[in-house]
């Protein structure tokens, strides 16, 4: 049996929409960072069969039946049980698929022998689900072309930011992101804006990681999420991910800025909202952010280690 590990990462500028080509490939470069705390384990055995657990209960999962019939046109891979349990909601907008997937293909990596580098298992995790391929690896990271693998942009000691979750529901999301990305390019009137502008917000990002320079970076993160919570409100059915409680801590963490902490919010495919923050102010944001009404849980992570193999 073979074991691996990775964390979920938060998007600081959103990848939605892929362009009309197999393998996931997003509209525009985006950034993320990966997180601690927040744990995908995947354990991988032998079998008679192939075989998905997620979190003890067997389950039938497509595109990870496609995953693996993928890889196997290139790689010997007999068939598998694949185990895989998540410390955290799975389906609710944590990124449980991208974790899931950066484990997986860490840990087949090893169990097949199949000897790929980080940056080829990196493009592969992006098959199964885009974001994945940032959770191949730590710190900052970026999913840019031509080749749409991960890179890092800078190492978490580069600037050790903390991360708030504001946990506000633990339902699994109605429409996951795979087909609400393709209703949004299909209906949403402000999609082709979203991709014109995907490529400047990239580039302040990047530049604001590099200065390490906060406002910047809180800026163009939030704009990114407003532009594409935009986009998803906008299509047609609407995507409509955010709850009260999601609103108001946007709504605490706006105030909290404008008071001197320096925080800022994202929120993906989902009612939880992150809040990203230097970490001596970790405990005001989290006071803060549990005492508002329909926050469940709140979850403090630093930025966490690259996926890998914990039992070979
Ligand atoms: C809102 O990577 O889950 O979290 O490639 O279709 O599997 P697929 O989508 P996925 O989408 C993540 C969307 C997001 C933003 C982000 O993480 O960049």
């Not at 657990?53 to 389950?59: G, K, S, T």
């Amino acid at each position: 049996m073979t074991t691996a590990t990775a964390h979920p990462n938060i998007a600081l500028i959103k990848y939605w929409g892929k362009q009309d080509a197999p393998g996931n490939i997003p509209v525009a470069p985006n950034v993320s960072i990966t997180l601690s705390n927040l744990t995908t384990t995947t354990a991988i055995s032998e079998h008679d069969r192939d075989e998905f657990w997620l979190n003890a209960e067997q389950v039938v999962d497509t595109k990870l039946e496609g995953f693996l019939a993928d890889l196997r046109r290139e790689f010997t891979i007999a068939p598998v049980k694949i185990e895989s349990t998540n410390n955290f909601p799975t389906g609710a907008g944590l990124a449980s698929s991208a974790s899931g997937f950066a484990a997986l293909i860490t840990a087949l990596n090893h169990h097949a022998k199949m000897r790929l580098d980080v940056a080829t298992m990196s493009q592969w995790a992006r098959r199964g689900s885009a974001s994945a391929a940032r959770s191949l690896m730590c710190g900052y990271v970026s999913l840019t072309p031509p080749a749409w693998r991960a890179e890092q942009v800078a190492a978490p000691a580069h600037w050790p930011l903390h991360v708030v979750v504001a946990v506000t529901s633990t339902v699994p999301k109605a429409i996951g992101s795979t087909d609400g990305m393709r209703i949004s390019r299909d209906t949403s009137p402000y999609f082709p804006a979203w991709v014109a502008t995907g490529a400047s917000d990239f580039d302040d990002a990047v530049q604001a990681i590099a200065a390490r320079d906060f406002d910047k970076l809180a800026a163009a993160a939030e704009l990114s999420c407003l532009k594409m919570h935009s986009v998803m409100l906008t299509s047609v059915p609407t995507l409509a991910y955010w709850n009260p409680a999601t609103v108001a801590c946007m709504d605490a963490i706006r105030s909290l800025r404008a008071a001197g902490t320096a925080v800022f919010f994202s929120i993906d495919a989902g009612p939880q909202v992150k809040a990203i923050c230097l970490p001596q102010h970790t405990d005001a944001v989290e006071q803060v952010l549990g005492q508002i009404e329909g926050v469940r849980e709140t979850i403090r992570c630093a930025l966490g280690d690259a996926a890998q193999v914990i039992r070979p």
